[in-house]
């Protein structure tokens, strides 16, 4: 198992934006579904977003649709999170990984990595 390299997380007022970058794996990255998870202080770990293995099919949780775009370059083994409109509630840790399957559960992806820190001040 191969761990993620999460990028581009930072501090950002109300209304900003940001742009997170997920290092995938060297092996096979363009076999895999790919997600963004996030986890705020004392809460779960939930499902942001997700893509296919070729990028023609996208999911979103309902709160960040229309705001947060996500997509992947394959030949530079690379997933990003397209933030917009940031709220104070998209406040947390950003996480990535990988899937074999077309799911939202956590429990159905690996290969996390630490994760990047999202904060949004009001």
């Known amino acids: 198992q191969e761990q993620l390299v999460e990028s581009g997380g930072g501090l950002v007022q109300a209304g900003g934006s940001l742009t997170l970058s997920c290092a995938g794996p060297g092996r096979a990255f363009s076999r895999y579904m790919m997600g963004w998870f996030r986890q705020a202080p004392g809460k779960e770990r939930e499902f942001v977003s997700a893509i296919l293995w070729n990028g023609k099919a996208t999911y979103y949780e309902e709160s960040v649709k229309g705001r947060f775009t996500i997509s992947r370059d394959n030949a530079k083994n690379t997933l990003y999170l397209q933030m917009n409109s940031l709220k104070p509630e998209d406040t947390a840790v950003y996480f990535c990984?990988?899937?074999?399957?077309?799911?939202?559960?956590?429990?159905?992806?690996?290969?996390w990595g630490q994760g990047t820190q999202v904060t949004v001040s009001s």
């Open positions: 990984a990988t899937s074999r399957a077309t799911s939202r559960s956590p429990d159905d992806y690996s290969d």
